[in-house]
């Protein structure tokens, strides 16, 4: 589906993520503050998740069925 924005800037991807990577929210958040990094954390289930506003944040919920996590970047691209 979406590999980029409409700028061409490449989505994260949920298997290239682990903890301690930092994520940037784009501004289509409510709970996140738009350019604020992000720790990635793992939940003892398993989840990948961020802190955001409303507590947390699964990563999980961003994909768009190919892995790509709509509307967070990877503050290091790999």
Same mark, same amino acid.
């Given at each position: 589906?979406?590999?980029?924005?409409?700028?061409?800037?490449? &989505?994260?991807?949920l298997?290239?993520?682990? *903890?301690?990577?930092?994520?940037? *929210?784009?501004?289509?958040?409510?709970?996140?503050?738009?350019?604020? *990094?992000?720790?990635?954390?793992?939940?003892?289930?398993?989840?990948?998740?961020?802190?955001?506003?409303?507590?947390?944040?699964?990563?999980a919920?961003?994909?768009?069925?190919?892995?790509?996590?709509?509307?967070? &970047?990877?503050?290091? *691209?790999?």
């Amino acid at each position: 589906m979406a590999e980029a924005d409409i700028d061409g800037r490449a &989505y994260a991807r949920l298997d290239d993520l682990q *903890p301690g990577d930092t994520l940037i *929210p784009d501004g289509g958040f409510d709970c996140l503050a738009e350019g604020q *990094p992000r720790r990635v954390w793992r939940r003892e289930s398993g989840e990948l998740c961020i802190d955001c506003r409303s507590g947390v944040h699964v990563l999980a919920g961003q994909d768009d069925g190919d892995g790509f996590l709509v509307g967070l &970047y990877r503050a290091d *691209p790999a």
